[in-house]
């Protein structure tokens, strides 16, 4: 059905339902002869007569009546999921999938609805934690959760927490065992605990930088998890080192439950990003979650 044809369908609409040219006219806006012709059009494109017109009244023929009986809901149906829409605007409605690193679900995107989903009761948002670096758009996703640097160039990407900064840390117990890593190259020493990166990634290379100087370590170790709570229950438990940010980690040094190493070594990564297809028309569920996670410094 072309945009012509919906037009033409709801003018005979209202001339069938007024039974006058006139009123229908007069309800639509427009004039009498172009109404007129209107309808003339839509008889002669169907091959029939759908109207029966005298000089008083105006009457919908047989092939009018059944063309009336299954036109009228059908656009009325239209006019409700319109209207629908426009509620939409004022009261945010619909499902929004992100999928995001589970540090992040944890520390970003969950916090943020626990303060969002209550004003919003109409809005489902629904999380799926994964270290694989999905394609958002062929997974049906509204938008992903990264580190900046992971962040395609031809997403629009929003930054929705600070820098993050790494640490290397290991048990009291642990170190009995073994001596503190002075520089990165000793971690090929230790048994570290890896997280997996995916099925296609492997492992997460540990990262470290100091002054204008990079390295890369792989490491080895005992236990690999791709999740963290699991790494950081291994470690706390001695089985060996983990590469784990400092907001997981700061309580348990402070308590004396874990000696941090290698600081001087530990760098700053670009903080989470929200991104999403530069060519997607946002909902309005969706710009209001992306306003409530954006970092304000």
């Known amino acids: 059905m ?160 600070p820098d993050l900064e790494m640490t290397v840390v290991g048990a009291p117990a642990y170190f009995e065992r073994h001596s503190r890593p002075v520089v990165p190259q000793d971690l090929v020493r230790h048994r570290c605990i890896s997280l997996r990166w995916g099925a296609t990634h492997g492992h997460f290379i540990w990262e470290f930088r100091k002054k204008a100087r990079e390295l890369k370590v792989r490491i080895d170790g005992p236990l690999a998890f791709n999740a963290i709570d699991l790494i950081l229950k291994a470690a706390l438990d001695g089985f060996g080192l983990a590469f784990l940010s400092r907001d997981k980690v700061e309580e348990h040094v402070a308590q004396g439950r874990w000696v941090s190493v290698l600081d001087d070594w530990c760098p700053r990564f670009p903080g989470y990003h929200l991104y999403y297809p530069s060519g997607r028309q946002p909902t309005p569920a969706f710009a209001l979650l992306v306003d409530a996670l954006r970092f304000r410094s």
């Not at 029939?48 to 809901?73: C, K």
């Not at 239209?78 to 009261?91: F, Q, T, V, Y």
């Not at 944890?106 to 489902?124: E, H, M, S």
């Open 2 to 161: 072309t945009r012509e044809d919906l037009a033409d369908l709801s003018a005979f609409l209202v001339v069938a339902e007024e039974r006058s040219f006139t009123l229908a006219a007069a309800k639509i806006g427009m004039s009498q002869s172009a109404l007129s012709q209107i309808v003339r059009r839509l008889e002669a494109r169907l091959g029939l007569r759908l109207l029966t017109r005298t000089t008083r009244s105006v009457a919908p023929t047989e092939a009018g009546e059944r063309l009336l009986a299954t036109l009228s809901p059908a656009l009325r149906d239209l006019d409700a999921s319109l209207a629908a829409l426009g509620e939409m605007r004022e009261r945010p409605a619909g499902t929004i999938r992100i999928n995001a690193v589970e540090h992040a679900a944890d520390t970003i995107l969950y916090p943020a609805l626990r303060t969002f989903l209550p004003r919003y009761p109409d809005v489902r948002v629904e999380i799926v934690s994964d270290y694989e670096l999905v394609d958002v758009v062929a997974e049906r996703y509204d938008a992903g959760v990264r580190l900046g640097e992971h962040v395609d160039k031809d997403m629009i990407a929003v930054r929705i927490a």
